[in-house]
T-cell receptor, first 112, second 113 residues
Framework: GEDVEQSLFLSVREGDSSVINCTYT??????LYWYKQEPGAGLQLLTYIFSNMDMKQDQRLTVLLNKKDKHLSLRIADTQTGDSAIYFC????????????FGRGTQLTVWP | GAGVSQSPSNKVTEKGKDVELRCDPI?????LYWYRQSLGQGLEFLIYFQGNSAPDKSGLPSDRFSAERTGGSVSTLTIQRTQQEDSAVYLC???????????FGNGTRLTVT
């Protein structure tokens, strides 16, 4: 399809790992991004991965990229209540300069 | 350094009035974007400026919407004759160039009564 797709909700217990999944659309996409949005705030860039990489790790965050299936995931280790937010997946399509195409966001709720 | 700054943070206006939303991008960023986020919806692309090139206006929902970027820096998004369906959070972002990550401001929450 034409849309970047994400599941809308995820709930985890504090201390567990969270995995947020995303399916993007363009096999020629160059960069893929994860943004975090807390209530009343704008989008904060969490991490991004270039399309020639399979994995990127940054502290508690691990991004996995499966180009064959156009699947992107974000794993948050040792999830904390402060990680509760909406997480957006976005792609930078190779065919279109500039703009990012966003999924609808996954609301992550972390229970103490 | 300073991030993307948007003003006002909140705007309440009556249906039919015009509004202007302002965005100050990060200094040195050549690309500037406007997105709209409606309640329960994802991010809707509105317009993209890159340097001195003609802007990509393909996301503007109607001719009531327009945007300018003066001097390659500050941008203003104008909505004329506002309608209730224009109520949303308007997010501005900038990036170093068209291939770099976008950095977002905190948005302007527009409420049309």
């Amino acid at each position: 399809g034409e849309d970047v797709e994400q599941s809308l909700f995820l709930s985890v217990r504090e201390g567990d790992s969270s995995v947020i999944n995303c399916t993007y659309t363009d096999s020629s996409s160059t960069y893929l991004y994860w943004y975090k949005q807390e209530p009343g705030a704008g989008l904060q860039l969490l991490t991004y991965i270039f399309s020639n990489m399979d994995m990127k790790q940054d502290q508690r965050l691990t991004v996995l990229l499966n180009k064959k299936d156009k699947h992107l995931s974000l794993r948050i280790a040792d999830t904390q209540t402060g990680d509760s937010a909406i997480y957006f997946c976005a792609e930078h399509r190779g065919s279109t300069l500039g703009r990012l195409y966003f999924g609808r966001g996954t609301q992550l709720t972390v229970w103490p | 350094g300073a991030g993307v700054s948007q003003s006002p943070s909140n705007k309440v206006t009556e249906k039919g009035k015009d509004v202007e939303l302002r965005c100050d991008p990060i200094s040195g960023h050549t690309a500037l974007y406007w997105y709209r986020q409606s309640l329960g919806q994802g991010l809707e692309f509105l317009i993209y400026f890159q340097g001195n090139s003609a802007p990509d206006k393909s996301g503007l929902p109607s001719d009531r919407f327009s945007a300018e970027r003066t001097g390659g820096s500050v941008s203003t998004l104008t909505i004329q004759r506002t309608q209730q369906e224009d109520s949303a959070v308007y997010l501005c972002a900038s990036s170093f160039d068209s291939r770099s990550p976008l950095h977002f401001g905190n948005g302007t929450r527009l409420t049309v009564t």
